[in-house]
């Protein structure tokens, strides 16, 4: 195996990142995509697993240099409905997998001993796939885990909120709304209750919380009284067990509902349940240490407001960082056109470059430093200990 040519594989990096801004796939959908990713990894020598845990774009990548630490990276690809990468997926998915293939040819070499794993992850907007993956077995060997996401300023790793989401469904009896409303019973009053509830509960929740929902179905016409009516709700807080609590809570407050309107209900997890995201400050410090050289100088301000990410349940289970680079001017906000035009630029993918340098730069210091091991490792076993014990 010989080293590659950097200069061809930052144009074929850039090519990657580019085909799939401009052929956006949605959750689960992102056959295009993860070809694109699968194709490149193959060709700087990783052994792929296709149809990963089952799910068909899914899929595992991995090196082996000699006996050591197992790094891996986090390959993002999905995009959002109608503003396509509009959060920037297409330069996560570019990150990891260029930082994997760069560090692959750095531990050939310079003799560095590890193993990195690639886990192409699709849906993060939806129903997570690395929901799945932290429930099973594939993350028992990982020593580190890592990747970064754009946004309006380079910031350290923080952390993210929790998150359930919610359906209820109630189910009434129609009946002609003019000339015969007692024999009916109104599904969407059960809905109404529920949101009136919710909104009554929201002054007894704490600062961190987020709670918001739609009406996904609130009947036909309005002379029938309507007989099945049902809403989604997110559901957010700063910690797992503080969510569940809040979550039992708003099942309560449709249940309610559901008594006063004369309602049947029904409910479930219409998407997977994040965790809040655990960053190893060990890790990110040294992340921090390698971008400064890089020309990656971080916001003095620290990110004020995080959403949700599937990379927290990642995090309970390896120790983890998820850094984000700058692409937008301050005040931009991803899932918006502007995030989206900005994420399939030359400047965008110019950070990205430097952010896979910095995982390179960082990645060789861990692999030879047992000490660092040792720390990182350490830290992670306290930080769940303390989670646990919450």
Known sequence: MNTHNKTELHEALIHLSKNIHKTPELGFNEYFAAKCHVDLLKKYDFKVSENYLNCETAFRAEFSNGDGPTIAFMSEYDALPEIGHACGHNLIGMVSTGAAIELSSEMKKNSISGKIIVFGTPAEETSGFKVDLSASDALDNIDICMMAHPADDNYPSGTSLALDAIEFEFEGKSAHAASAPEKGINA???????????????????????????????????????????????????????????????????????????????YNHFEASYDELLTNQTLSSLYCKSAVQYGLTFSPIPRESYGSLDMGNVSHKVPTIHPYFKIVESGIAAHTPEFERASGTENAHTTAFKVISTFVTLSCEYLRSPVLQKSISEEFEMLRRTVLSD
């Open 188 to 266: 969407l009053d059960g809905v109404i209750n529920t949101f009136n509830n919710i909104n009554a509960l929201r002054q007894q929740t704490t600062p961190d919380t987020r709670i918001h929902g739609i009406i996904c179905n609130g009947g036909i016409v309005p002379n029938i009284i309507p007989e099945y009516a049902s809403a989604r709700f997110y559901a957010r807080s700063n910690h797992r067990r503080e969510l569940s609590n809040l979550t039992s809570r708003i099942i309560q407050c449709a249940q309610a509902g559901a008594l006063a309107s004369g309602t049947k209900l029904r």
